[in-house]
């Protein structure tokens, strides 16, 4: 069965940042992280548009009963 790359159900906003984590196997803490940094070194805009670009992409995760 091949992973997919989904939003997490453990997220802050919509879970990009999570689901990414998720699925190549990092910390989640460290992906924020990573992406907080790079976001305010790119003077911020290119990296919001990224995180709305991907909340839009990204399926929502399968709900497991």
């Known amino acids: 069965m ?3 790359l ?3 159900s453990n997220q802050m906003i919509a879970g990009v940042c999570a689901g990414i984590a998720e699925y190549f196997g990092w910390n989640v ?3 924020r992280v990573i992406y907080i ?3 305010i070194f790119s003077a911020g805009f290119p990296g ?3 995180y709305i670009i ?4 990204m399926p929502r995760p399968e709900k497991v009963d």
Do not use: E, F, G
């Open 6 to 8: 989904t939003r997490s």
């Open 2 to 4: 091949s992973k997919k």
């Open 37 to 39: 940094l790079l976001s």
């Open 48 to 50: 919001t548009l990224v």
């Open 29 to 31: 803490t460290l992906v």
């Open 54 to 57: 991907l909340w839009i992409v």
